[in-house]
């Protein structure tokens, strides 16, 4: 199953349009059990993502593969290989697991930076001595992907990829990573929840991109389909991509995934590309 599941929320109030805040515990349960029977067995999570990976170790997590970010490496005069195994350590002993399937890098620019080649070589220790199967990176822009990839090789790249947010396809990176032999996994897809609230909802910030969302629903509308069919089948339209990591609040929002997974049988999409980063990184969402 391509379907991951991305963890934020489970340990805090996250998404611009999250009305549930974070996800209560029996809820966090019922999601795991489901996602068992339904063959989904990757979790996304990440030290920064506050209490996710302390909840998520209180279950059982023997049927799924874990995936975690190591956060940004300290700027000061560290042993970068020490460093990066005691963060690896904390978050398995907090996750109550022997390793990790996949270590990313949550902010990879520093490996662009003076002290890169010690990063990336801390990387590929945890991978020598077992505490991580594979190691990857985090990323934001084409830019980002294209230095980092001149400079090291990862076995995974998460990027954002949405119906409107087709900059890392266009560019022909979907293609190009494959060739490479690296996985794909791709965030964001329902843009933190924007794509999925109606006309109405939307957060008044974001409506100088008025003329985006009309087009959009009214292709929705007219194609009679709902959001999240149109923002799961998009990427998962794409054989490229081997995971498609989505968020969810609680229960009743994962159950519809699973239901708008099983019945879509959508594979063609008009061109919605938006290229204003202003709308489609969330880092820039606080200058709006």
Sequence with gaps: ???????????????????????NPEELDKILRTALIEGINTIDTAVDYGESESLLGQRDLSQFQLISKIPSFPSDKICYKEWAQNQVLQSLERLNI??????????????????????????????ANGLVSKIGISVYSINELDMLLK????????????????????ANWIKHLKELDIEIHVRSVFLQGL??????????EFMKWKSIWINWHKWLDESKITAIEAC??????FKEIDKVIVGVDNFFQFSEIITSLKHSNLNTFPDFSVHDSQLLDPSQWNNL
Aim: charged content about 15%; proline content about 6%.
């Design 151 to 170: 400079k090291y090789s990862f076995d995974i790249v998460q990027l954002p990829f949405n119906i409107l947010d087709r900059r890392f396809l266009d």
């Design 232 to 237: 799961l089948a998009f990427p998962m339209s």
């Design 98 to 127: 022997k390793s990790l399937n996949a270590l990313l890098l949550h902010r990879p620019n520093q490996l662009l930076g003076s002290n890169g080649d010690q990063i990336f070589h801390a990387l590929n220790t945890l991978k």
């Design 195 to 204: 794509l999925l609230k109606n006309l109405n909802e939307i957060p008044p």
């Design 1 to 23: 199953m391509k379907l991951a599941i991305g963890s934020a929320q489970f340990g805090m109030n996250y998404g611009v349009v999250n009305e549930h805040g974070q996800t």
